[in-house]
């Protein structure tokens, strides 16, 4: 095991650059484009966010650490990286990749209880025999190449906490702690190293701290989490009909520290292009964030810390884009599909 993250194996070979992981997935398209186009799943946040669902439903019957979900669903976007969705069950993915997560993190259940609680969860697909379990377990640590430590951002957020100059409140910690949460969903883990998916989560809780006040939907982290990152529940942003408004500001606060200005490159144009298409004031944003000794201390941090304010505000974008895409996300309609395929192609016994 690596002793930090910048000689892990999750740096090495689990991050790429956005355009890298875009070629990866063409390719695997081109490989297995005709199950794909057969069998047309929706957009991947939506299936991540389906997917996320499921590891939440079998944790509640569980007892796990916060943690074994993170991992878990970061086990599941790398498998995605070499098989298609349509070619897996995703409910005996879902139950294993929470079962070797949970060993990963420490907090390990026998394979049989796992099983069970996995079957009696989704009794249509789950097979019964607990040996497919096992069989699949194998498989998703081969597609990994056993590497199965996993580097996360939320004890980057708590040093953040820790960090004098941006005085950052309970409040804000608990709402990046939530956007951390969700940031599973997106690519992040495959293209961000933790600390700046931490630092992307504070900035955009500073944002949109006063309007998650006004909405009610703060969620302050307890005493027991803020010492012991591993506890606590996984929590998500709630209220989120109204957030991918919220965040039109946030874009101009990040290129005001930027020197090269807005993106001009090709993969952040179509970043921004999927990012919610609301009129953005921006001498309105300047002046606020002039008037706001919060909003000066966290830019003078971006800047003075020297990290890549261009990878952030693509990241940032890829954050709004989730909850913009999070409002159409229907749970049935993907339920439908993800059980018609399954049916069809023999993979739900």
Not at 304 to 330: F, V
Request: net charge neutral; charged share 20%; with cysteine.
């Amino acid at each position: 095991m690596a002793a930090n993250y910048w000689t892990s194996t999750q740096r090495r070979y689990w991050t790429f650059t956005p355009e890298k992981l875009v070629d990866i997935r063409d390719d695997l398209e081109k490989q297995h484009a005709k199950v794909i186009e057969q069998y047309p799943y929706p957009d991947r946040r939506h299936m991540m966010i389906f997917l996320r669902d499921r590891l939440l439903q079998l944790a509640k019957r569980l007892q796990f650490r916060q943690q074994c979900v993170a991992t878990a669903l970061v086990y599941l976007h790398r498998y995605f990286l070499t098989t298609p969705m349509q070619n897996v069950n995703l409910y005996l993915l879902a139950a294993t990749a929470f079962y070797l997560a949970s060993k990963t993190e420490e907090s390990p259940h026998h394979i049989r209880l796992v099983a069970a609680e996995a079957r009696q969860s989704w009794p249509e697909f789950m097979p019964g025999d607990v040996a497919r379990l096992g069989e699949m377990e194998f498989c998703l640590i081969s597609e990994m190449r056993s590497q199965l430590i996993v580097w996360h951002p939320y004890r980057s957020l708590i040093a953040l906490k820790e960090n004098q100059d941006l005085k950052l409140s309970n409040d804000e910690l608990g709402l990046a702690w939530s956007i951390i949460n969700d940031s599973f969903m997106t690519d992040l883990p495959l293209t961000c190293p933790p600390h700046l998916t931490a630092i992307i989560a504070m900035f955009l809780a500073v944002v949109f701290l006063p309007t998650a006040k006004a909405a009610g939907t703060l969620r302050p982290l307890s005493h027991d989490t803020l010492t012991n990152p591993d506890n606590g529940p996984f929590s998500s942003l709630v209220g989120r009909q109204n957030i991918s408004g919220s965040f039109s500001s946030v874009l101009g606060n990040l290129q005001m520290s930027s020197h090269g200005g807005p993106q001009s490159n090709g993969k952040a144009q179509m970043q921004s292009n999927d990012a919610p298409s609301q009129p953005f004031d921006r001498e309105k944003t300047i002046a606020a964030a002039k008037e706001s000794e919060k909003m000066q201390n966290t830019m003078k941090f971006l800047v003075d810390s020297g990290i890549d304010i261009e990878r952030m505000i693509e990241g940032t974008q890829e954050m709004i884009s989730l909850y913009d895409a999070w409002e159409q996300y229907n749970e049935k309609s993907i339920k439908d599909v993800v059980g018609r395929c399954l049916k069809s192609r023999g993979l739900d016994g």
